[in-house]
């Protein structure tokens, strides 16, 4: 450890990252910033190609990341690639790919195994591999250390070490900011690298970093998006209730939060998006036999109920109102406000839904996706329902009078009570929202 310990304070520790998405990528252009030699790996060719010649298909608009990728690419000390020879100097190994679930909500640990096997052909010995990927509880004890030990012939905490550390950061706000902010929770196999592993942490973000045994760091990121999941499906459930009541799941939440020392309430929506939320609670319920009354399973459900709820309560808005053939315009196709990433997109449920009711004329609105953008108004042009799906701030200001004169029959149906009853009516809307009649 004590020479791994000299090369940091001299800022010669060689730092490799594998799998260059929304968590590695802008760790990796931060820990060039710091002034590390740098190695990113990734396997998919096209992604390497686009990053070596400065350009972004995500992050397009982080401004941070592209400046960062910029030196990064013009310093010859630096290398992206998707050979894992290039591994063979690295001192420490941070591995953030994608952990996906299975159709069966089972872990899909492929990627997670695969590194492993690759990346332990060039392990050096010392090495400090740092998982940054969420995993299922157990899935370092039980695949990433057998997969390396066996690839490399070496000894976990002789030979090499590993820590976990999962990111939190969010793809739909300034990711540098969560990356050099957030605390951290640090799991490793020997306390004799806790020192190093948190300096380096502490190197990265102003947050605490908190040193644990690493199942305790794999329940930690697990359980807090779980958790996240629950308060969701709690006011998605409670919406439901207000829709049928005739009353605004708004106002209650609202109301409910005035009370001194109770956890706030969370807004309802038209479910649950992005690579992280809808598979991390199955990832945590993986370890656990007893899952038949699953708390945590049954509010996966709920979320997931929810693109057919509005589809269904939408089909049968239209239906009333007479309406023949219907046009519905989604606006929103991401999974969350302000961002580009549509992985697991509640708008992509919400189109196979309405297709299930026999709504076939759908048009889809989004400015931060290049095949969802264009002009709106055009879009809008005959349309029977307006569906509010993501509160992107530049639908804010939108010319709703405008778009109404365009509009077959002048429908709103807000997910996010967004627009607002009031004013939509003040325009002569018919307006309709989730958990708000
Ligand atoms: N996106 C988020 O907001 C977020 C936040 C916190 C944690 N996480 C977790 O971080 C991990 C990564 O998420 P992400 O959003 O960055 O994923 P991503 O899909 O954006 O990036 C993953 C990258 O890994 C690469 N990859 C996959 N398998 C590989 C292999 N065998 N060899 C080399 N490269 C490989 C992929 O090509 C891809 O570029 C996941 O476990 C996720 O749950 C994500």
């Known amino acids: 450890m004590i020479e791994l310990e000299e090369k940091l304070k001299k800022r010669t520790l060689v730092c490799a990252v594998v799998g260059l998405g929304y968590v590695g990528l802008p ?3 931060y820990l ?3 002034g590390f030699r740098t190695i990113g790996i990734d396997k998919n060719k096209k992604k390497v190609a686009k990053l070596t010649s400065n350009k972004l298909d995500f992050l397009k608009n982080n401004k941070t990341a592209q400046i960062l990728l910029k030196s990064y690419t013009k310093n010859k000390k630096h290398t992206i690639s998707n050979n894992f020879k290039d591994l063979k100097d690295a001192d420490l190994i941070f591995i953030s790919v994608d952990t996906p679930i299975q159709k069966n909500r089972k872990p899909d640990n492929t990627n997670i195994s695969q590194v492993c096997e ?8 010392n090495s400090i591999i740092i998982i940054e990927s969420t995993l299922a509880p157990k899935t370092t004890q039980e695949i990433a250390i057998p997969a390396l030990e066996k690839s490399s012939n070496l000894k976990i905490n002789k030979d090499f070490y590993i820590a976990v550390c999962s990111e939190r950061i969010r793809p739909n706000q300034d990711i540098f900011k969560d990356l050099t902010t957030f605390p951290r929770v640090l799991g490793t196999s020997s306390t004799k690298i806790n020192n190093l592993v948190i300096s380096i942490y502490k190197l990265i973000t102003k947050g605490e970093v908190d ?3 690493i199942v305790t760091a794999e329940i930690v990121k697990t359980t807090e998006n779980a958790l996240r999941d629950v308060k969701i499906a709690f006011a998605n459930e409670i919406s439901k209730i207000c829709d049928s009541l005739g009353s605004s799941a708004w ?5 409910i939060n005035k009370r001194y020392g109770y956890t706030e309430m969370l807004q309802p929506g038209i479910g649950v998006g992005g690579h992280c939320l809808p598979k991390d609670p199955w990832l945590l319920l993986s370890s656990n036999n007893h899952t038949k009354n699953s708390l945590i399973a049954q509010a996966r459900r709920v979320n997931d109920s929810m693109p057919a709820y509005c589809a269904k309560r939408i089909a049968k808005i239209l239906r009333e109102s007479s309406v023949k053939n219907p046009k519905v315009l989604i606006l929103g196709y991401s999974y969350i406000e302000n961002c580009e990433d549509t992985r697991n997109s509640p708008s992509q449920s919400l189109v196979d839904n309405f297709k299930k009711q026999g709504v076939k004329k759908i048009a889809i609105h989004d400015p931060y996706i290049e095949e969802c953008s264009g002009d709106l108004y055009k879009k809008a042009k005959g ?4 569906v509010l799906a993501v509160k992107h701030d530049q639908f804010k200001n939108l010319n709703l009078l405008k778009i109404k004169k365009i509009m077959r029959t002048p429908v709103i149906f807000d997910c996010k009570n967004f627009f607002g009853k009031e004013k939509c009516q003040n325009l002569s809307f018919i307006y309709h929202a989730i958990g708000a009649l």
């Not at 106002?251 to 109301?255: F, P, Q, S, T």
């Open 251 to 255: 106002e209650v939440a609202r109301l």
């Open 383 to 386: 349309a029977d329902c307006l």
């Open 118 to 125: 690759k990346l332990a052909k060039h392990l050096k010995k």
């Open 32 to 34: 060039s910033k710091l």
């Open 27 to 29: 760790l990796l252009l």
């Open 211 to 213: 040193a644990v045994d």
